[in-house]
């Protein structure tokens, strides 16, 4: 599944990871999505949002 709010467009961040010998290593900062049922001009329809969204109540469940 894409990592991608429908609502927002909030996409993945990358950084790196830092053990403790220092040696930098990519990685992905994945947005906590999920899969709900939002109602769309009067239709229930499926989409993946991010739980900001959910909580802001920018989706009507």
Request: charged share 30%; aromatic share 4%.
């Amino acid at each position: 599944m894409a990592a991608v709010c429908d609502i927002c467009d909030k996409k993945p961040g990358f950084g790196n990871n830092r053990p403790w010998s220092k040696k930098a290593t990519r990685r992905r900062f994945d947005p906590n999505i999920q899969r709900v049922r939002a109602v769309i001009n009067g239709t229930p329809k499926r989409m993946n949002v991010c739980t900001t969204c959910i909580k802001a109540g920018k989706v009507a469940r």
